[in-house]
């Protein structure tokens, strides 16, 4: 059952100059973003630094204004949803963040913080408030006598447990894990993504998993979409993914990701020069100027490729891997020398060695 | 430590840190004595403050045990002048603070929080303001309104004294805006004024409390300069500042006059800076150390 599905969702930053700041340009940090997360799924998010991940998952839940685009959560229309009835919404989509340093209130108890949403939402008072926030804090590994003590007082890790029992407090089904592990050392990384997939198995929870660790994506992902400059290049079940990566990009990516075998000597795809800025992407495709594919000619710099389903439940946006609805007489009209064909090099295909042995 | 203690924040480490800094131990018994004085002055003073005891013999009588800081041009007793001075002074400051402060902090908070048309137009307002010294907008107001009563000019300085808190509380307001605590909260559906007074002035306020402290010794300085300049507190009531006007034309011979005032004035500047910076340290939230070393935190399990 598709919980959350959001459609074409835009988000452009206006650039201001000068003292009465006229708009001189737009970053588009999202650009055309579309996509389903069914009940209890985990879809992952993953892309580099500045590739609009995080400001999906902050527009999702309207913690920022989408330029357009629609979401629909559990049959509310979200982007159209008034104050009230949004603040009454938001008990069923919440958010882990990155930092757990920056996202607890440094003048609140921990106690205090995980009772917050008890209050608002008018879910417990007084006694059973209490009960219950203890019963949270216990759910997440911590103890329920540390709810008096300020956030300074805990590690990385506890602290990030903490956020997750704030999250918990209202008994969402929906949940933007907004790079929950980035920031930790690996061995926390490890128990705070298991108590996420606990938490997932014993309540149902949906996650929107933003992150650019391909390795822990793997761990906790069912379904992985890639990001890249604002655009969805890649939406495939986890396997499909990481066994045939399609996108140049996807494939880039995947050959970058660290081998757990120091001795085993990994190939990789380098990829000339920066990502473009988002306030100024290419045309077209926006990965050609870097992209690998043997078949890249000028129809990749004029089509802007769509998001379409190379094999079953497997997206991706590339006109040079086949099939591809744009023909190749299209592609020849606008410019296109190298007809359509598929690539997959074997720097990207040694992740899927892993898997198959993983599994 | 059990379930009753959820919620409630200590403050015990703040406190306590407070209490153990000898500079707020000082200051606090500083402040404290002028506070009394100030409080206690129509018990303590040994004369009516305005009483010309007697105009030919005891005019401009140095310290003696009769009078302990002497006599000032009028044969009134300076100690007794002094104590009901500190009164005025000290009302004057710790009132116009707390009202610049309230105001200062409130527009500050909502400048930032809301952002916008609010923010430009409350800022351009404060920069206009602080493009004019507060002393010269003083002599012009005053010059034009004439007499001051002792409210009148409380007022007019808390009029000048919130710019300054409000730009801090409005950049302090804009960092912790987009913190990811507040997003969390607005996540959680905290309505607009939840958000701002439990997140967002609990971490904003910090830097306020401390400039109101460190404000109040430069209102008691502002106040003492008008006085001094003959358009603050109107003789025959007596403040720090006039005081030390009367006693300005004869330094060399009635010294006492300007001294002892200016003592006042000085111990009681110093002692609201020390407790304003002891303040800043000890408000700052990265600076607490865990409140239980004897009892290290363990994950369950």
């Not at chain 1, 059973?128 to 003590?149: F, H, M």
Request: charged share 15%.
């Amino acid at each position: 059952m598709t919980l959350l599905s959001v459609r074409d969702l835009t988000k452009h930053f206006p650039i201001k100059r000068g003292i009465f700041g006229q708009v001189s340009g737009q970053v588009r940090a999202v650009d055309g973003v579309s996509f389903d997360v069914a009940a209890g799924e985990t879809l992952a998010l993953v892309g580099e630094s500045g590739c609009g991940k995080s400001t999906t998952g902050r527009a999702v839940l309207r913690l920022i204004e989408p330029t357009s685009g629609s979401v629909q959560f559990d049959g509310n229309d979200v982007l159209s949803l008034g104050a009230g009835d949004l603040r009454r919404l938001r008990r069923k989509m919440q958010i882990v963040f990155q930092d757990p340093f920056s996202s607890l209130n440094p003048r609140m108890s921990i106690g205090a913080i995980v009772r917050e949403g008890l209050t608002i939402h008018g879910l417990a008072e007084g006694a059973a408030a209490d009960a219950r926030v203890n019963q949270l804090l216990e759910e997440v590994g911590l103890r329920p006598e540390y709810a008096s003590r300020s956030p300074h007082e805990f590690s990385g890790g506890q602290r990030q447990r903490v956020g997750i029992a704030r999250a918990l407090s209202v008994e969402p089904t929906f949940i933007v894990c907004d790079e929950p592990v980035s920031a930790l050392d690996v061995s926390v990384q490890a128990q705070v993504v298991n108590l996420l997939q606990d938490l997932q198995r014993d309540r149902g929870l949906a996650y929107l998993f933003i992150a650019h660790d391909l390795s822990v994506v793997e761990h906790i992902a069912n379904r992985v979409a890639v990001m890249y400059l604002g655009h969805i290049v890649e939406l495939a079940a986890v396997d499909d993914l990481y066994g045939t990566p399609i996108m140049p990009y996807t494939q880039a990516l995947l050959s970058a990701v660290p081998a757990p075998d120091p001795g085993v000597k990994r190939e990789r795809i380098l990829l000339a020069g920066d990502v473009p800025s988002p306030a100024n992407p290419p045309s077209g495709c926006v990965f050609h100027p870097r992209c690998q594919h043997p078949a890249r000619d000028a129809a990749c710099a004029t089509i802007v490729p769509p998001l379409e389903e190379k094999a079953p439940g497997h997206w991706a946006a590339c006109i040079k891997q086949p099939p591809t609805t744009v023909s190749w007489e299209a592609q020849k009209e606008a410019g296109g020398t190298n007809p359509p064909d598929f690539f997959l090099p074997r720097a990207a295909l040694h992740r899927s060695v892993d898997a198959t042995t993983a599994h | 430590m059990g379930a009753a203690s959820i919620g409630h924040r200590s403050d015990s480490s703040v406190r306590g840190r407070l209490v153990s800094d000898g500079r707020v131990r000082l200051a606090l018994g500083v402040l404290g004595c002028v506070a009394l004085v100030a409080i206690f002055a129509p018990m303590l003073a040994p004369y009516d403050p305005r009483l010309q005891l007697d105009i030919s013999h005891l005019q401009s009588q140095p310290p003696s045990f009769a009078h302990p800081l002497g006599t000032d041009t009028f044969s009134r007793d300076v100690l007794s002048r002094l104590m009901y001075g500190t009164r005025v002074s000290l009302t004057v400051a710790l009132v116009a603070v707390f009202l610049s402060a309230t105001f200062g902090t409130m527009l500050g908070a909502i400048a930032g929080y809301v952002g916008g048309a609010v923010d430009a137009i409350v800022m351009r307002v404060v920069d206009a303001a602080f493009s004019i010294p507060a002393i010269l907008l003083l002599i012009v107001v005053i010059a034009l309104w004439g007499n001051l009563s002792v409210v009148t000019l409380t007022l007019l300085l808390a009029g000048v004294g919130w710019f300054t808190i409000s730009r801090l509380v409005r950049a302090e307001t804009l960092a912790i805006r987009d913190a990811d605590y507040v997003v969390a909260a607005r996540a959680l559906g905290a309505s607009g004024w939840r958000v701002l007074t439990r997140h967002v002035l609990p971490n904003a306020i910090g830097s306020a409390v401390v400039s109101a402290t460190l404000s109040v010794g430069n209102i008691i300085l502002l106040e003492a300069g008008l006085s001094y300049l003959g358009i603050g507190v109107r003789p025959p009531t007596p403040s720090w500042g006039n005081i030390i006007e009367e006693g300005s034309t004869r330094l060399s011979d009635v010294w006492w006059l300007t001294l002892f005032p200016g003592l006042a004035i000085l111990v009681t500047v110093f002692a609201c800076n020390a407790l304003g910076e002891a303040l800043r340290d000890a408000l700052d939230p990265r600076q607490l150390l865990p409140a239980h070393d004897d009892a290290p935190i363990r994950m369950n399990g």
